[in-house]
T-cell receptor, first 115, second 116 residues
């Protein structure tokens, strides 16, 4: 079965530090990849998405992610985090060839940014 | 803006009760999803519907059923609530995926269900 793994469950950083959150998926075919964020007390919202083309994807608030097909990975990065980036981050995937769009999530990573 | 509305933010139910969680979306999306969110486990898919009256089991369907009689509404039913179903429940919707092209999912605010 298709699955998504996020290796870092809880990350603590100081402001201005660089961030990289790992995400790996198990499906061998074409995939669509997403990062969602959930700020405290708010609903999930999309940070960025990859469907095809340039494997380096830029999202909102200075986030980016790189799709590396050979490693089945879609890691999220930000060069310099801010206190307001404190949130829970979820990686998600759908099969690219699917005609429905069943969306599977990873376990999530809690990011705490210290001022 | 897409709006996904869940009927309740907080619910407290007794063990053995039949519980209905309702979700409505206003953007004519074909796909609707129910997830539960638990600390350290992320979002786990309970059920997925890709059209009216169509449903597909997710990773953890046991103890749950769903109903999709109208395109805009997707209901999650706990046939006999148990304490291990205490959780945050999230509803989402998206357009049907065309092969090799997808759209994002939009989420409701969640329903915090406590079963006592």
């Amino acid at each position: 079965a298709q699955s998504v793994s996020q290796h870092n469950h809880h990350v603590i950083l100081s402001e201005a530090a660089s961030l990289e959150l790992g995400c790996n998926y198990s499906y061998g075919g074409t995939v669509n990849l997403f990062w969602y964020v959930q700020y405290p007390g708010q609903h999930l919202q999309l940070l960025l998405k990859y469907f095809s083309g340039d494997p380096l994807v830029k999202g909102i608030k200075g986030f980016e992610a790189e799709f590396i097909k050979s490693k089945f990975s879609f890691n999220l990065r930000k060069p310099s985090v801010q206190w307001s980036d404190t949130a829970e981050y979820f990686c998600a995937v759908t099969h690219g060839s699917s005609n429905t769009g069943k969306l599977i999530f990873g376990q999530g990573t809690t990011l705490q940014v210290k001022p | 803006d897409v709006k996904v509305t869940q009927s309740s933010r907080y619910l407290v139910k007794r063990t053995g009760e039949k519980v209905f969680l309702e979700c409505v979306q206003d953007m004519d999306h074909e796909n609707m999803f129910w997830y539960r969110q638990d600390p350290g486990l992320g979002l786990r898919l309970i059920y997925f519907s890709y059209d009216v009256k169509m449903k597909e089991k997710g990773d953890i369907p046991e103890g749950y059923s769903v109903s999709r009689e109208k395109k805009e509404r997707f209901s999650l039913i706990l046939e006999s609530a148990s304490t291990n179903q205490t959780s945050m429940y999230l509803c989402a919707s998206s357009l049907r995926q065309v092969p090799y092209f997808n759209t994002e999912a939009f989420f409701g605010q969640g329903t915090r269900l406590t079963v006592v």
